[in-house]
């Protein structure tokens, strides 16, 4: 599963967290394995609140 982050690098906690804990459970999905990030935007010549990140988490069908 991934999602477009847009704002500060540091504010992606509060999407990973509701993507763990509602909409990988509410899919039918669970974890499996590691969170990734790519990073889209360059943290130099970007401001904060333009920066963008791909967040991923792989899962698998079926509840844990």
Same mark, same amino acid.
């Given at each position: ?5 847009? !704002? ?8 990973? *967290? %509701? ?9 039918? $999905? /669970?974890?499996? !394995? ?8 360059? *943290? %130099? ?9 791909? $967040? /991923? ?8």
């Amino acid at each position: 599963m991934q999602t477009l982050h847009v !704002g500060p690098f540091d504010a992606e906690g509060p999407v990973l *967290a %509701r993507m763990h804990e509602e909409f990988i459970p509410g899919s039918g $999905l /669970r974890l499996r !394995g590691k969170h990734h990030e790519i990073y889209l935007s360059d *943290a %130099r010549r970007t401001a904060p609140e333009r920066q963008r990140t791909i $967040l /991923r988490q792989p899962v698998a069908r079926g509840r844990s």
